[in-house]
Structure formats: C-alpha cells, structure tokens
C-alpha cells in the first residue's frame, strides 16, 4: 500500500485549538497508531480535538487498515490532525513513525480504541508537568469502557511514592503523557509487540524520577480484539523477557502479584464519586454510580457487560 501523507493546510494550524486562547507553553502531541478501527477512530479524533488546552497536535499513523479508516481521516474536519498511511509495519514501527513526525514537548499516547475523559485532560498534565520539572512522565487514573463506550469500572493506579513502588507496577497506557527529553531517537522499542507501553514505563522509571496526576486521565476500551486478549502465548512470552531485563516485581498482571491486582480494584471505588455520568471528552453512557460500584468490586472483568 503507498504512503499517504495528511497534512493541515496553511489555516488550519495543528497546535491550535477551537476554545482555547493559549499563544505559549509546550506544544502536546498526541500519538495515535491505528489498524482497522474505524469503528472507534472518531471518538479518538473528537476526544483530542475537543480539548481546551490550544497546543495540541494529534499524529495519526495508520498502520495499513483495509477498512474505512483512511477515508475517515481524509474526511475529518478537525485542526488539530495530521496523518499518514502507510503499508503495515506493526504498531511499535507506526508508533515510532509518529514520535518522530511530532514536535511536542509533551507526548501522550493514545490507542485508536481509547479516548481522554474529559476536555481538561491536557491542560491538567501540562500544569503537572509544570510543577515536577524534573519528572519523565505523569500518569493518572482511567475508567474502562466496552465498545459501546459504556463506563464498566474504574482502573485505579497507585501513587508513586506510597509503597516506594514495591508492590507491581500499575501504569494505563491512553492515561501516560511523557516528557521528549527523557527519551532518544524511539518511544518504544520494536522488538516488542504487545509489552511496549510495560518495557516502556519500565525503561523510564528506572532512570528517572515520576509522578501521579490523581485525576481520571482516560478511558480504556476493552473489547474481544485487543491483541492481549488474542496473542496469549505472545503476551507470555514478553512478560517473562521482560522479567529478565527488569525483574519479576514490577507487573501487576504477573500471577504472583494477583494480591495487589486486587487491591487496587478495590481502591478503585474511590474514584467512583468522580465518575461522570456524561464526560465531556466522549459519548460514554454510564448506568449509575451504584452499579458502577456494584461492578467495581462483585464481577471480574471477563463477566462485565452493560448489564451486570
């Protein structure tokens, strides 16, 4: 497939915003790889789009989808985007591909299934970014949605300092933005599929100092294609190659640590009275609080639907 290039025109510059009036301060960029997900794309698109920090811009590689994706992109309206599609090379390779099409200082990550919360997202990590100058990235909470975008439950992350990060690591990818000067010439490293966004946080906390935005940053959508759920032996395979290059103590979805994995599910209703019942960042339904909370502690994540 021949690369297609996307980009603004001379007025629609892409780190302005439509409701913002910001002339300074870092430029965001926000990396978004995609493989047939037109069903989910524009929910990603509108998230970004409407946020109401003004220096954003949204990189989109798409990784040679075969269904209506490109023709959505071509379509889209919004001032903040530009993309490019191109023959499939993997998600790390398209990922990298955008790291390097982007200017930003700040870098979020943003899967083409997942969207930010609410229209403040941005503004909020570059005002924490601003008061801890010398953290590589700032991570928050997220809640989990279906493909329908209904909220299922909250994934909670602890702080960074509470346990001196004994128990494993808790880090959701969409809710990560990371500073460019913490990294070289990649975000992530190609020689793995799945684990990348785990090696990833790995790699940067090792050498550089962190922090917690204790704010509900994303929404996480689970459905039956996420390659986790579909490349088992794959997903197994890399968390025991990184276990010999970072050690077994630092995943929670290591089996040893099952403990902790549910501690933090439970720590999770503590964010239940931030829920939004319509957030601003995307469509997402939401039943009620109480069931939200019923689901949060009594169903594993398998038995979780919109009726439960």
């Not at 909470?141 to 909670?156: P, T």
């Not at 469509?283 to 939200?292: F, K, N, Y």
């Given at each position: 497939m021949p690369t297609q290039i996307q980009e603004p025109t001379p007025a629609s510059n892409p780190v302005t915003g439509p409701s913002t009036n910001q002339s300074d301060g870092p430029i965001v960029?926000?990396?978004t790889t995609s493989y047939n997900h037109a069903r989910w794309l524009p929910d990603t698109l509108a998230s970004v789009e409407q946020q109401d920090y003004g220096l954003v811009e949204h990189?989109?590689?798409d990784d040679g989808s075969n269904d209506d994706s490109v023709p959505l992109l071509e379509s889209w309206s919004g001032t903040r985007l530009r993309w490019r599609s191109e023959a499939n090379r993997g998600q790390a390779a398209a990922l990298n591909e955008a790291f390097q099409m982007s200017s930003g200082q700040i870098l979020g990550w943003l899967s083409s299934d997942d969207v930010y919360y609410d229209r403040g997202v941005v503004s909020a990590v570059v005002a924490a970014f601003g008061a801890n100058p010398e953290v590589a990235f700032v991570y928050g909470?997220?809640?989990?949605?279906?493909?329908?975008?209904?909220?299922?439950?909250?994934?909670?992350v602890p702080p960074v300092r509470a346990f001196n990060w004994r128990p494993p690591m808790r880090i959701i990818q969409p809710a990560v933005f990371i500073r460019r000067s913490a990294l070289t010439d990649r975000l992530v490293d190609e020689s793995f599929d799945i684990a990348m966004d785990t090696e990833l946080w790995l790699r940067l906390r090792r050498d550089h100092p962190i922090a917690r935005l204790d704010r509900i940053l994303a929404a996480e959508r689970h459905h039956g294609f996420r390659k986790s759920y579909i490349q088992i032996a794959d997903t197994e395979s890399e968390a025991l190659r990184l276990d010999g290059i970072y050690g077994p103590k630092s995943r929670v979805s290591d089996p040893r640590h099952k403990k902790w994995a549910i501690l933090y599910r439970?720590?999770?209703v503590l964010l239940v009275p931030r829920i939004a019942e319509k957030p601003s960042g995307f469509?997402?339904?939401?039943?009620?609080?109480?069931?939200?909370l019923i689901r949060q502690v009594a169903y594993p994540r398998s038995r979780m639907t919109a009726r439960s």
């Open positions: 960029s926000v990396l990189i989109v590689v909470h997220a809640v989990v949605i279906d493909a329908d975008g209904f909220q299922m439950c909250v994934e909670w439970l720590a999770g469509s997402g339904d939401l039943d009620s609080r109480m069931r939200l």
